[in-house]
């Protein structure tokens, strides 16, 4: 048994694996005669699942949650509910098994310089970054720290943070804040940092008219413009590797500039 599968304690079952379910898929905007269709199942067995009424095997329980794309640390809850044992271990990321996961992450931080990347997690924390991203907040002004020990959310909202050098701050904390909820519905620990987060003037107005949201950095050298695209690990078999996102920064070289006007 793979030493790391109780790394991370999974919460007592306060609801039934049934429940679990249910709110999974009313998460995924799904009838239960679609969830039975995508997974081969009867609705009336899928009902007695939810209810209580019948007990669902792990297979069953396995096909369930990939049809509704569950988290895999939400997948242990399920099968903890359930009465089974958690499926999907949660090593730590220094341990020799994530040796391969390790060295893709060091590639691709050292493979995006000189544009800024960094690693962050499920409760977005930096963990990993380049060293160009010291470089951009130290250009920002940011107060001299290492980037790897930050939480991203933390320094785009509170005061003192990356968010007061953004020429386009509103936009970016409105933009993290939205994502950072939706993922916080089945993550509590991400739920409660957000309760002690200032949470933006206006959270739901955006304002840009542009293709892409571009992240607005005042520096002594002038305003820098990055787009930004994430990097994931496909087909994750374990909790830490799929809460892992690289976020790289892409300098913009297009000046964006108000539209002319006809003649």
Excluded at 247 to 258: A, G, K, N, P, Y
């Amino acid at each position: 048994m793979n030493q790391y599968l109780f790394h991370r304690s999974t919460p007592a079952p306060h609801i039934s694996a049934g429940q679990h379910l249910r709110e999974l898929r009313r998460q995924a905007n799904l009838s239960q005669l679609e969830l039975a269709l995508l997974t081969g199942l009867s609705q009336r067995h899928l009902s007695c699942v939810e209810t209580g009424r019948a007990k669902a095997s792990p297979g069953t329980l396995h096909a369930l949650l990939s049809a509704l794309d569950a988290p895999l640390e939400r997948c242990n809850e399920v099968f903890v509910a359930a009465g089974y044992a958690p499926r999907y271990a949660a090593t730590p990321l220094d341990a020799p098994e994530l040796a391969l996961v390790n060295t893709a992450i060091e590639h691709i931080l050292q493979v995006n310089n000189p544009a800024p990347a960094i690693v962050i997690d499920s409760h977005w924390d930096v963990i990993a970054a380049n060293a160009s991203t010291g470089l951009l907040l130290a250009m920002a002004g940011v107060s001299a720290q290492p980037a790897t020990g930050l939480n991203l959310l933390q320094t785009l909202l509170c005061p003192g943070g990356l968010g007061d050098h953004l020429a386009n701050a509103p936009e970016i904390r409105a933009a993290a804040w939205q994502r950072a909820s939706r993922e916080a519905a089945g993550n509590p620990a991400l739920a409660a940092r957000l309760r002690d987060l200032p949470a933006p003037a206006s959270p739901y107005q955006m304002k840009t008219a542009t293709p892409l949201l571009l992240t607005r950095v005042n520096t002594p050298y002038g305003e820098l413009r990055f787009l930004s695209t994430f990097t994931t690990f496909g087909m994750p078999q374990d909790v830490t590797v799929q809460s892992l996102r690289i976020e790289h920064l892409i300098l913009s070289l297009i000046h964006i500039s108000e539209p002319t006007r006809p003649y």
